[in-house]
């Protein structure tokens, strides 16, 4: 994981380095900068695979062949084996095999790169970005006098005074001679494709299995956790990765209520880590914590949005903890989106709900996966997201609604049920935890209202109206939304960023906003027989 930034067609070395210094936190481990002809490249570097040599920019040709990329490439050995008789390799970098293989197959060598993504490479005054299929990895662009800008955050593309910041497209490629070109596509929903149980049980189970473990891609010496909110999604991620790595590392963060009782996902997270026999960290915050911390969240999240920043706070505390233990951490983000796990889906009509859910799919680009990269990297930490592997998306896409959301025998409607039946049986979670209630994250943590709460005695309804009325470019919707709003602009005043920041949809029925507990030790559970 690491920060990149550059420009193509003015040698702006000062620019480009200040972009640097605003993004330390992606990669405290190293920092280059490259310049040929009237191309700049620079990187900050957080060393996991090749940690010795893997210093970038990465060049070949003399330096007029380079490139600089933030992320992993899973199948970068197997690409390597092939390259290897043709391309001197000086490093065992995943980085140096896009650089190659672009000298073999051009821009379209994308199609072949497993993995999350966000680069830029040149071959003399050629030059490509591109960004990976689900846009797991952040990159933005802009204009200063027809010369192109381009950074991992919102906060350094601010520094190049670009009119507009873009939000590089996911799945996309771009070159001057092309344009952007959309090499990659979420599927086409056929879902009529996996209406055998047993069939789509058996291939979520091999095909996750696999998206797992490829993510446990790191040089030995650096250390790989999990998180583990004790709901189906993340502590399944924590129990396929404890196979491969003894001792696993992993965390949970929640609250206590006034009389002690600690929120939900504390009591779960401990069963399901007594189970795969993990290390397991907990931190306990308070509101005052949580008030302290809200401020530095929407700076680094950057974004306003109600929904993306309630989560961002547990999420944030969840990264604080883990950044003392491991460099890497595995999330359960995706699931919900590929599963159907969101209440509010239970609303629609069957033949929706795969819409919705290809929908969503679409939007993580700048919600959700933004928030788990921020949060995530502002501790230096690299967050994989193992559902959102392709081959997950394109099985999602063939399995029935009627296997995701499933009506059980007593009427109620069960969130995710085809992925709670694949993992059924095979011991690597207990069931209490397999077939817990669905909870967002602000929910399993206890902290849903405090955000709404605080807002709400801080912004009067004249001065929402007032802020709403006088920032037309910004979607604010809501007295919580206005009050994240005049935080966010403390650090982020310019306009040119509001473009680029995702609203989260869909959680506007109560299912998604209630204070929740007794998922554990209550009577809000799951047939565990359906």
Same mark, same amino acid.
């Given at each position: 994981?690491?920060?990149?930034?550059?420009?193509?067609?003015?040698? %702006?070395?000062?620019?480009?380095?200040?972009? @640097?210094?605003? @993004?330390?936190?992606?990669?405290?481990?190293?920092?280059?900068?490259?310049?040929?002809?009237?191309?700049?490249? !620079?990187?900050?570097?957080?060393?996991?695979?090749?940690?010795?040599?893997?210093?970038?920019?990465?060049?070949?040709?003399?330096?007029?062949?380079?490139?600089?990329?933030?992320?992993?490439?899973?199948?970068?050995?197997?690409?390597?084996?092939?390259?290897?008789?043709?391309?001197?390799?000086?490093?065992?970098?995943?980085?140096?095999?896009?650089?190659?293989?672009?000298?073999?197959?051009?821009?379209?060598?994308?199609?072949?790169?497993?993995?999350?993504? =966000?680069?830029?490479?040149?071959?003399?005054?050629?030059?490509?970005?591109?960004?990976?299929?689900?846009?797991?990895?952040?990159?933005?662009?802009?204009?200063?006098?027809?010369?192109?800008?381009?950074?991992?955050?919102?906060? =350094?593309?601010?520094?190049?005074?670009?009119?507009?910041?873009?939000?590089?497209?996911?799945?996309?490629?771009?070159?001057?001679?092309? !344009?952007?070109?959309?090499?990659?596509?979420?599927?086409?929903?056929?879902?009529?494709?996996?209406?055998?149980?047993?069939?789509?049980?058996?291939?979520?189970?091999?095909?996750?299995?696999?998206?797992?473990?490829?993510?446990?891609?790191?040089?030995?010496?650096?250390?790989?956790? *999990?998180?583990?909110?004790?709901?189906?999604?993340?502590?399944?991620?924590?129990?396929?990765?404890?196979?491969?790595?003894?001792?696993?590392?992993?965390?949970?963060?929640?609250?206590?209520?006034?009389?002690?009782?600690?929120? %939900?996902?504390?009591?779960?997270?401990?069963?399901?880590?007594?189970?795969?026999?993990?290390?397991?960290?907990?931190?306990?915050?308070?509101?005052?914590?949580?008030?302290?911390?809200?401020?530095?969240?929407?700076?680094?999240?950057?974004?306003? %949005?109600?929904?993306?920043?309630?989560?961002?706070?547990?999420?944030?505390?969840?990264?604080?903890?883990?950044?003392?233990?491991?460099?890497?951490? @595995?999330?359960?983000?995706?699931?919900?989106?590929?599963?159907?796990?969101?209440?509010?889906?239970?609303?629609?009509?069957?033949?929706?709900?795969?819409?919705?859910?290809?929908?969503?799919? !679409?939007?993580?680009?700048?919600?959700?996966?933004?928030?788990?990269?921020?949060? !995530?990297?502002?501790?230096?930490?690299?967050?994989?997201?193992?559902?959102?592997?392709?081959?997950?998306?394109?099985?999602?896409?063939?399995?029935?609604?009627?296997?995701?959301?499933?009506?059980?025998?007593?009427? *109620?409607?069960?969130?995710?049920?085809?992925?709670?039946?694949?993992?059924?049986?095979?011991?690597?979670?207990?069931? %209490?935890?397999?077939?817990?209630?669905?909870?967002?994250?602000?929910?399993?943590?206890?902290?849903?209202? @405090?955000?709404?709460?605080?807002?709400? *005695?801080?912004?009067?309804?004249?001065?929402?109206?007032?802020?709403?009325?006088?920032?037309?470019?910004?979607?604010?919707?809501?007295?919580? =939304?206005?009050?994240?709003?005049?935080?966010?602009?403390?650090?982020?005043?310019?306009?040119?960023?509001?473009?680029?920041?995702?609203?989260?949809?869909?959680?506007?029925?109560?299912?998604?906003?209630?204070?929740?507990?007794?998922?554990?030790?209550?009577?809000?559970?799951?047939?565990?027989?359906?």
């Amino acid at each position: 994981m690491c920060g990149i930034a550059g420009c193509f067609g003015v040698k %702006d070395l000062e620019t480009v380095s200040k972009m @640097l210094e605003a @993004l330390p936190h992606r990669g405290p481990d190293d920092r280059g900068m490259h310049t040929f002809n009237n191309i700049v490249f !620079g990187h900050t570097r957080l060393s996991i695979v090749d940690v010795k040599k893997g210093h970038q920019p990465i060049l070949t040709n003399g330096g007029r062949t380079g490139i600089i990329c933030n992320g992993e490439i899973y199948n970068f050995k197997k690409i390597r084996e092939r390259l290897a008789g043709k391309y001197h390799f000086t490093t065992g970098s995943d980085t140096e095999v896009i650089l190659h293989l672009y000298q073999e197959k051009g821009p379209e060598c994308v199609k072949e790169l497993d993995g999350m993504f =966000a680069l830029a490479l040149f071959h003399g005054d050629e030059f490509m970005l591109a960004r990976d299929p689900i846009g797991i990895k952040p990159l933005y662009y802009g204009y200063v006098s027809g010369s192109l800008y381009f950074a991992s955050e919102l906060g =350094a593309m601010s520094l190049a005074g670009v009119n507009e910041v873009h939000e590089f497209p996911a799945g996309h490629y771009y070159t001057p001679r092309e !344009g952007f070109v959309h090499y990659y596509e979420i599927p086409e929903i056929q879902d009529h494709l996996l209406s055998d149980v047993e069939e789509a049980c058996e291939q979520i189970r091999e095909t996750f299995i696999a998206a797992v473990k490829k993510r446990l891609l790191a040089d030995k010496e650096i250390h790989v956790g *999990s998180f583990c909110s004790g709901g189906i999604d993340s502590s399944l991620v924590a129990a396929i990765a404890a196979e491969e790595i003894p001792n696993l590392h992993t965390f949970v963060v929640g609250m206590q209520d006034k009389n002690g009782k600690e929120s %939900d996902d504390l009591i779960a997270s401990r069963i399901a880590a007594e189970h795969i026999g993990s290390t397991h960290h907990e931190l306990i915050f308070t509101e005052d914590d949580y008030y302290e911390v809200l401020p530095t969240v929407i700076n680094k999240l950057e974004s306003y %949005d109600p929904s993306l920043v309630r989560c961002a706070v547990p999420c944030y505390f969840t990264n604080k903890l883990a950044a003392d233990y491991v460099t890497v951490v @595995l999330t359960g983000e995706g699931a919900d989106e590929l599963f159907s796990g969101y209440h509010y889906m239970k609303n629609y009509p069957m033949d929706v709900q795969n819409k919705e859910a290809r929908r969503c799919i !679409g939007t993580l680009h700048n919600i959700n996966l933004q928030r788990a990269d921020r949060m !995530g990297m502002y501790f230096s930490l690299e967050l994989r997201v193992p559902f959102l592997d392709v081959a997950m998306v394109d099985l999602a896409m063939k399995i029935p609604p009627e296997l995701k959301i499933l009506q059980s025998q007593n009427g *109620s409607k069960i969130e995710k049920w085809i992925l709670r039946k694949a993992f059924q049986g095979t011991d690597y979670l207990p069931e %209490d935890i397999l077939w817990r209630y669905k909870v967002q994250y602000t929910q399993g943590a206890g902290c849903e209202s @405090l955000g709404e709460k605080l807002a709400e *005695s801080e912004i009067s309804e004249a001065e929402f109206e007032r802020i709403k009325a006088e920032n037309p470019k910004a979607t604010i919707n809501s007295r919580e =939304a206005a009050y994240y709003f005049k935080i966010f602009r403390q650090f982020h005043p310019q306009d040119s960023v509001l473009g680029s920041i995702g609203i989260w949809t869909g959680f506007d029925f109560a299912e998604e906003r209630e204070h929740v507990q007794g998922t554990m030790d209550g009577g809000l559970k799951h047939d565990k027989c359906s």
